[in-house]
């Protein structure tokens, strides 16, 4: 969105400000091109296109699971801030980013309310503090790329009975200086992909992602995975930087198969960190997989070979 309001200022300036000569004449087919392309991939994420996960009619509460979503930056202490909107949002999982043995005690009182977690306290800012009203099992905490980043993996049970697989990530960002390449990130969202695309249950998968909705590896993970975003067709919802209006990116996700259609996602109040929480709840619906097959981005021979060439590096 940024790029094309540019796009748009510069546009405006070469026809009121500029000379009107040939280079002036490419200048604006080339910002015109370039538009073009910045609307294409961001449509996708508008009201104005197809909703990939359709809206649930009928409410259906013993089928449904409400989900919290918060990089809550490791260094910042407002720890009650938290735990109130944690309180107003009242999911069935709060699933907490950058947690250290700092923020692991602050927020025991979840224990109350959340009788199964996991939880990996870290002072690398890799850190994950997971609570679940509802049962969980055959939980892991993995290291799928990196020996200190971790990631969740967990079958949660439904008020209904039914069994549904989770997958909590943060993955690595490419930082110059210190990580420049999005190597670690990339093989970590296709190995997820391929385990979600395996599972014989539902799957969702949410976290700090550390890329935008519309990237081209975020493109590739949900047609590796076949599981759909409930951005599309709806709005970006930009988590990241809190801190700054103009500069906001989507960057915090919650990603689900096609058994699951949509109640509501939506931004919650930010607490002094530098990413906004996500709440997202969803609803399980047998018939909703035949409603929603065609909704999958399809990947062809070039999608796969371009995921075993990701996965295959570091």
């Not at 909705?213 to 995975?225: P, V």
């Not at 975003?229 to 700054?244: E, Q, S, V």
């Not at 915090?252 to 939506?266: A, E, G, R, W, Y």
């Not at 609803?283 to 796969?304: M, V």
Request: with cysteine; glycine share 2%; net charge neutral.
């Amino acid at each position: 969105m940024q790029k094309l309001v540019l796009h748009i200022v510069a546009l405006l300036l070469l026809f009121y400000v500029a000379p009107q000569n040939s280079f002036s004449l490419i200048l604006k087919i080339a910002l015109l091109l370039s538009s073009a392309y910045l609307i294409y991939q961001i449509l996708p994420f508008t009201p104005l296109w197809k909703k990939q996960v359709l809206q649930a009619k009928g409410i259906k509460p013993d089928q449904q699971l409400k989900l919290f979503i918060s990089n809550v930056y490791e260094f910042n202490e407002n720890h009650s801030g938290c735990l109130d909107v944690i309180a107003k949002a009242n999911p069935d999982v709060v699933f907490l980013l950058e947690t250290n043995e700092r923020w692991n005690k602050a927020v025991a009182s979840l224990d109350n309310d959340y009788p199964h977690s996991i939880k990996v306290p870290l002072e690398n800012t890799y850190g994950m503090l997971f609570f679940s009203k509802l049962p969980l099992k055959d939980s892991e905490v993995k290291y799928l790329v990196e020996d200190d980043i971790p990631s969740v993996h967990t079958k949660i049970q439904l008020p209904n009975g039914k069994w549904v697989q989770l997958y909590g990530l943060h993955p690595t960002p490419p930082v110059p200086n210190e990580n420049p390449r999005s190597t670690e990130r990339d093989k970590e969202l296709l190995l997820v992909a391929d385990l979600a695309k395996e599972s014989k249950i539902p799957v969702i998968v949410f976290g700090d992602l550390n890329d935008v909705a519309w990237s081209y590896t975020t493109t590739l993970f949900l047609k590796i995975s076949e599981l759909l975003d409930p951005r599309r067709g709806r709005a970006f919802i930009n988590t990241f930087h809190a801190k700054y209006p103009l500069m906001r990116f989507p960057l915090d996700h919650v990603f689900c198969s096609s058994d699951f259609k949509l109640i509501k996602i939506t931004r919650m109040d930010n607490f002094n960190s530098d990413h906004f929480p996500v709440f997202v709840q969803l609803q399980y619906e047998a018939i909703a997989k035949h409603q929603q097959e065609d909704n999958k981005l399809d990947a062809d021979q070039g999608d796969y070979q371009e995921a075993a060439e990701k996965k295959a590096k570091i």
